[in-house]
T-cell receptor, first 112, second 109 residues
Framework: ETGVTQSPTHLIKTRGQQVTLRCSSQ?????VSWYQQALGQGPQFIFQ???????GRGNFPPRFSGLQFPNYSSELNVNALELDDSALYLC???????????FGEGSWLTVV | GIQVEQSPPDLILQEGANSTLRCNFS?????LQWFHQNPWGQLINLFY???GTKQNGRLSATTVATERYSLLYISSSQTTDSGVYFC???????????FGEGTQLTVNP
């Protein structure tokens, strides 16, 4: 039990659509990150939020965007979905970027 | 950016055997974690170990930060240990965890 919950667990979208994935972290976890994991690969960093401000971004286009809310929840939004966006999306949180990072169970996204 | 290499990429064991997984990284880090990913995708945190040695039951890990490597030891392996093991590091100046490609472990009964 990591205290990080994600929804939905599975979803199917059509190319060109938009999707919102949600994450709820433990109280006090001021840092939240999102990762994309394609089949057979390690997770790739999308971006990180610390106290509701983005403070790091990986090599992902602007159509990947996020929000962090004061209640320790966050969202990942992806616009104009492409087939290559099909992946497992993982949310991770911690009390501080230097501390242990805990992952949720992930959201499996399939784009058809 | 920092490079993370894990070895071996695949490992097949008989139940009861011991194994050592290795993680090499190319720069100084202030966070190193080992994860086990189960078949449903959940990344389970095994160790937070930027330096030193830790043990948890049949698992132990050692990180030698000055030589930029970490080892994960699994003793008396069980079929439930099967899955992918990831090493992930965070550079001293960065905000992201960088993952290795993982070690796929299969433990046969």
């Amino acid at each position: 039990e990591t205290g990080v919950t994600q929804s939905p667990t599975h979803l199917i979208k059509t190319r060109g659509q938009q999707v919102t994935l949600r994450c709820s972290s433990q109280s006090g976890h001021n840092t939240v990150s999102w990762y994309q994991q394609a089949l057979g690969q390690g997770p790739q960093f999308i971006f990180q939020y610390y106290r509701e401000e983005e403070n790091g971004r990986g090599n992902f286009p602007p159509r990947f965007s996020g929000l962090q809310f004061p209640n320790y929840s966050s969202e990942l939004n992806v616009n104009a979905l492409e087939l290559d966006d099909s992946a497992l999306y993982l949310c991770a949180s911690s009390t501080d970027p230097r501390n242990t990072i805990y992952f949720g169970e992930g959201s499996w996204l399939t784009v058809v | 950016g920092i490079q993370v290499e894990q070895s071996p990429p695949d490992l097949i064991l008989q139940e009861g055997a011991n194994s050592t997984l290795r993680c090499n990284f190319s720069d100084s880090v202030n966070n190193l974690q080992w994860f086990h990913q189960n078949p449903w995708g959940q990344l389970i945190n095994l160790f937070y170990i930027p330096s030193g040695t830790k043990q948890n039951g049949r698992l132990s890990a050692t990180t030698v930060a000055t030589e930029r490597y970490s080892l994960l030891y699994i003793s008396s392996s069980q079929t439930t240990d099967s899955g992918v093991y990831f090493c992930a590091v965070k550079e001293t100046s960065g905000s992201r965890l960088t993952f290795g490609e993982g070690t796929q472990l299969t433990v046969n009964p």
